[in-house]
Nanobody, 125 residues
Framework: EVQLVESGGGLVQAGGSLRLSCAAS????????VGWFRQAPGKEREGVSC????????YYADSVKGRFTISSDNAKYTVYLQMDSLKPEDTAVYYC??????????????????WGQGTQVTVSS
């Protein structure tokens, strides 16, 4: 059974940093790429970043490019999202999801997905 558990969210001031973790089980990073999405109150869910360990591809939404870095530790079955220079508009619940098609140009979702429970990130101004 595929399971994803996010952690690392919290309250931080604008300009600060957080590192989110997505602990995965039930699948191999060689087979499934992993993505990070976020959803702020009253807004649609937004794809933030993704990583494909099989070919090293990563993708970032324009809104986070240059500030967020995605990485994976295959030995620990964990995907990380390092978030620097945080802005109040980054406030949202962050979710990891798999499988996802991920390339350097973008991502695409599949009909059958697995989502974690989410972790809240709040950036104060």
């Amino acid at each position: 059974e595929v399971q994803l558990v996010e952690s690392g969210g919290g309250l931080v001031q604008a300009g600060g940093s957080l590192r989110l973790s997505c602990a995965a089980s039930g699948f191999s990073f060689d087979d499934y790429a992993v993505g990070w999405f976020r959803q702020a109150p009253g807004k649609e869910r937004e794809g933030v970043s993704c990583i494909s360990s099989s070919d090293g591809s990563t993708y970032y939404a324009d809104s986070v490019k240059g500030r967020f870095t995605i990485s994976s530790d295959n030995a620990k079955y964990t995907v990380y999202l390092q978030m620097d220079s945080l802005k109040p508009e980054d406030t949202a619940v962050y979710y990891c999801v798999t499988p996802i098609f991920c390339s350097g140009l973008g991502f695409a979702r599949y009909e059958d997905e697995y989502w974690g429970q989410g972790t809240q990130v709040t950036v104060s101004s």
